[in-house]
């Protein structure tokens, strides 16, 4: 089956129109990882609208190649300006920079470039290997298993996703309450629909993600104070000498890939995670002479392959469950299902040249982000010396285009300001984003499989506890619970002592 399913995608992968986008892809991803404020996430969000009018593979392409290169991107300017392009990079500070300092920043950058090509490469393999098992074992799967799937996948992010649980399962809790908006599909009756037609469909996902990150984002940088400043960045030219300076850390590479494999495949964990614990890991088995902190290549290694490689494990459960791993998963999951895909077992039965070109595409994404990486460097240090202030304007704009062309309609708009708005208000009281994002997909899978389950059950709840798989996802949700409070009140407890302290 995967044999088959990777040559009737090789079909697909192979077209002058596939190819190129996920090169364009790639560049893009490079671009938007290396500019602070922006990352993977936002290329996804910005160029959605272009992607889901292109044929299914190309589409599909393009976009994971933003999400690889915007990955690897945030090191560009983590390494020159100490300044993370991502949330995924800050861990690579702690040796990047220090090589910068030392003259090494062309060795720093092409370091961290063959470190994430490689990692990616490494999740591409137990992409391709374990989501057909995965897939497998979901085909048995019924209504009572995805209702509880879906909980689970949405408990993981609201707890992970944000430093307090109640927090982050409020958003959850909005974002499902956002996906009842339109046309019930059980009864065909309209729900706060508040009798615009506009509304009979819900709200479009793309123009929800679009206001809550990119326009708040955007707010964001607009009231920091460095605007018109013009960072002072030294060009550096890796040259592909960085694989044979990566290659020599084998070990450390093999082992932080995994770790971000392993990160990547739990939904809510992702890349800052994995990358700060392949970091701990290698500094704990280094050697003193390796001096990390202090400009070591092995911490770069370790930072950049494991947070590519949790790409390719957080792809695993997107694809084989419909369960995304983090925000930037959730929109690829979201163009999959505007494309006429369904994710899952179904999608591996019924759709296998889908699933080969969509493996391939990673791969071929990895192999680019090596090579156009390391050659095209330096045009994206000459882009990183461009202030906020030219910046801003042009995202706006791309976001405002990309909105009104996904239906050409202006209520479009509105909702992305609408939710501009609340993205605003959620970043001022400190709630976490993407467990609305994940709420909003999610829902529609929880509610059609809780109310089938509830039809066909005839002791009500008790179907969830009856079914093997459902009552250890029961199970597994109610731990997930009991360990984020226990956690909560851990931290708690440690905070009020230290006030103690301080005041006695």
């Known amino acids: 089956m995967l044999i088959e399913s990777l040559f009737s995608g090789f079909q697909l992968f192979l077209t002058p129109l596939a190819i190129g986008l996920t090169l364009v892809g790639i560049l893009i991803g490079l671009l938007v990882g290396a500019l602070p404020g922006l990352g993977p996430l936002m290329g996804i969000i910005l160029l959605l609208p272009v992607a889901i009018s292109l044929p299914p593979i190309a589409a599909m392409g393009f976009l994971i190649a933003i999400f690889v290169g915007g990955s690897c991107g945030g090191s560009i300017s ?68 995805y209702a509880m799937l879906a909980i689970t996948g949405l408990f993981a992010i609201a707890i992970i996703s944000g430093g307090s649980l109640i927090k982050g399962l409020l958003a959850g809790c909005f974002g499902l309450l956002l996906a009842t908006i339109g046309t019930d599909e059980f009864s065909t009756g309209y729900r706060f629909t508040f009798g615009s037609h506009h509304m009979l469909n819900g709200f479009h996902i793309v123009a929800v993600v679009v206001g809550l990150f990119a326009i708040s984002e955007m707010a964001h940088q ?10 002072n960045v030294k060009v550096a030219r890796p040259g592909f000498n960085s694989i044979a300076l990566t290659l020599r850390h084998w070990k450390n590479l093999l082992r932080s890939s995994g770790i971000g494999v392993f ?18 890991i290698a500094k704990a088995w280094s050697k ?36 995304p791993g983090d925000a930037s998963s959730a929109m690829l999951l979201g163009a999959l299902l505007i494309l006429g895909f369904v994710p899952g077992p179904i999608l591996f039965e019924q759709q296998p040249a889908i699933v080969g070109g969509i493996f391939l595409v990673y791969l071929t994404s990895n192999v680019f982000l090596l090579i156009a990486g390391i050659l095209v460097t330096p ?25 009104f062309a ?34 909003l997909i999610l829902g529609p899978i929880l509610e059609n499989n809780l109310r089938r389950a509830l039809l066909i059950s005839r002791e009500g709840y008790w179907i969830f506890l009856e079914r093997p798989v459902s009552a250890t996802l029961v199970a597994i ?20 002592s230290k006030a103690a302290q301080d005041i006695a």
């Open 78 to 145: 983590a390494i020159l300006l100490r300044i993370p392009g991502t949330p995924l990079a800050a861990a690579t500070l702690f040796d990047g920079y220090p090589m910068a300092q030392k003259g090494r920043a062309s060795d720093a950058i092409g370091i961290a470039i063959a470190s994430s090509a490689i990692g990616g490469l490494i999740g591409g393999i137990v992409l391709i290997v374990a989501s057909p098992v995965l897939a497998r074992f979901a085909s048995g799967f019924a209504p009572p298993e």
């Open 222 to 231: 607009i009231m920091s104070k460095d605007l018109l400043d013009t960072p």
């Open 263 to 280: 990160f990547g495949a739990l939904p809510g964990a992702g890349g800052v995670i994995s990358s700060f614990t392949a970091y701990a």
């Open 288 to 323: 003193p002479e390796e001096a990390y902190g202090e400009g070591a290549e092995g911490g770069v290694v370790a930072t950049e392959s494991a947070n590519n490689a949790t790409v390719g494990g957080t792809l695993v459960p997107t694809l084989a469950l419909g369960i």
């Open 379 to 403: 045009l994206f240090v000459y882009i990183l010396r461009i202030p906020k202030f030219y910046l801003i304007p042009i995202i706006l704009l791309l976001c405002s285009i990309g909105t």
């Open 406 to 439: 996904l239906q050409a309609s202006v209520f479009d708009l509105k909702v992305m300001l609408g939710f501009g708005l609340v993205g605003i208000l959620f970043r001022a009281a400190n709630y976490p984003l993407s467990p609305i994002v994940i709420g």
């Open 477 to 496: 949700n109610v731990l997930l619970v009991i360990g984020a409070l226990v956690y909560a009140y851990r931290k708690r407890q440690t905070r009020l």
